[in-house]
C-alpha cells in the first residue's frame, strides 16, 4: 500500500474512530488539569505569563522599543509554544496502555495530543483578534482570512512533526527529553521578541533556515503588521506543512506495527 492510500485509509479509520478520538482529547485536557481550580485554563497561562515577563523585560532594555510590541511578542509566542509541544514526542509513550491493550488506529494517540494543543492556539487567537479589534488597530481582512489557512498549515505541520518524533522516541528515549531542551534554544532563535531585519551575522543565518520562523513571520504579518502574508513566508509553510507531514506519516506509518513489541 502507498502512502497515499494509506493516508486515505487512515483518515477513514479515524473518522470511524472520532468517539474514541474525542475521548483521548477529553483526557487529556481534564487529566493534565485534575484537581485544579483553573482547569484548562493553566493551559494557556504559561505563555501569557512568558508574554508578560518578556515585554516587561525587553520593552525596558531595547533601545528601540517596538510600537504595540504586546501584539508582536502575542502573534508569534502562541506558535512557537504550540510547535515546541508538538515536538515533545510523548505521544506514543505515554500512551503505552492503550497501544499494547487495545486495537485502535494508533495515529489517534498522536492527533489527539496535537489537538488538545492547538484548541488552545484557537482560543489565543481568537481573544487576540478581539484585543486587535478593540484597540482599534488596522486590519487588513484580506490578509486576516489567510489566518485559519495558516492555523491549519501549521496545525499539519504539528502532526507531521509529531508522528515523526513520537516513532524515535519509541525506540530512543532519550530524544524526546532532548528535543525538550533543544526547542528551549530554538525559541530564542526564532523571531518572537525581536524582528527578523534586526539579526545579523551568524543569527540572521539561523533565523534564515529555523523553519519555525516561516509561521511565526506568517502570523506577525497578519496581526502585527496588518499585512497580506509575504508570499516566501507563506509558501515556505505551505511547504514545510505539506514535506514534514508526508515524512512524519511516512516514518509512523512504517514502524507502528511494532510499537507493542517494543513499548
Not at 67 to 80: D, K
Amino acid at each position: 500500500m502507498n502512502l497515499f492510500s494509506r493516508l486515505i485509509k487512515s483518515f477513514k479509520d479515524v473518522k470511524e474512530n472520532k468517539i474514541i478520538l474525542l475521548a483521548m482529547i477529553r483526557r487529556n485536557t481534564a487529566g493534565r488539569y485534575k484537581n485544579s481550580y483553573l482547569g484548562f485554563v493553566w493551559h494557556l497561562l504559561l505563555p501569557v505569563l512568558m508574554i508578560i515577563v518578556l515585554y516587561i523585560t525587553f520593552s525596558s532594555i531595547r533601545p528601540r522599543p517596538i510600537p504595540g510590541f504586546w501584539i508582536y511578542l502575542s502573534s508569534g509566542m502562541f506558535p512557537i509554544s504550540f510547535i515546541s509541544s508538538s515536538l515533545r514526542g510523548r505521544a506514543v509513550v505515554s500512551n503505552a496502555n492503550y497501544i499494547t491493550k487495545m486495537k485502535f488506529p494508533r495515529e489517534i494517540v498522536v492527533i489527539a495530543s496535537v489537538l488538545t494543543d492547538f484548541l488552545s492556539v484557537l482560543f489565543a487567537y481568537t481573544i487576540i483578534v478581539m484585543v486587535i479589534l478593540l484597540a482599534g488597530q488596522p486590519v487588513n481582512w484580506l490578509g486576516a482570512a489567510v489566518l485559519p489557512v495558516e492555523l491549519f498549515l501549521m496545525l499539519i505541520f504539528c502532526i507531521g512533526c509529531s508522528f515523526l518524533v513520537s516513532t524515535v522516541t519509541v525506540y530512543i528515549k532519550d530524544v524526546g527529553y532532548f528535543m525538550s531542551v533543544a526547542m528551549r534554544l530554538v525559541f530564542w532563535i526564532t523571531p518572537t521578541f525581536f524582528m527578523i531585519n534586526e539579526a545579523s551575522g551568524l543569527l540572521a543565518d539561523i533565523v534564515y533556515y529555523n523553519p519555525f520562523t516561516y509561521f511565526v513571520e506568517t502570523f506577525h504579518d497578519i496581526l502585527y503588521y496588518g499585512i497580506v502574508p509575504h508570499t516566501l513566508y507563506f509558501v515556505t509553510s505551505l511547504c514545510l506543512a505539506i514535506g514534514f507531514f508526508l515524512v512524519g506519516a511516512t516514518v509512523f506509518f512504517h514502524y507502528e506495527k511494532k510499537f507493542p513489541e517494543v513499548l
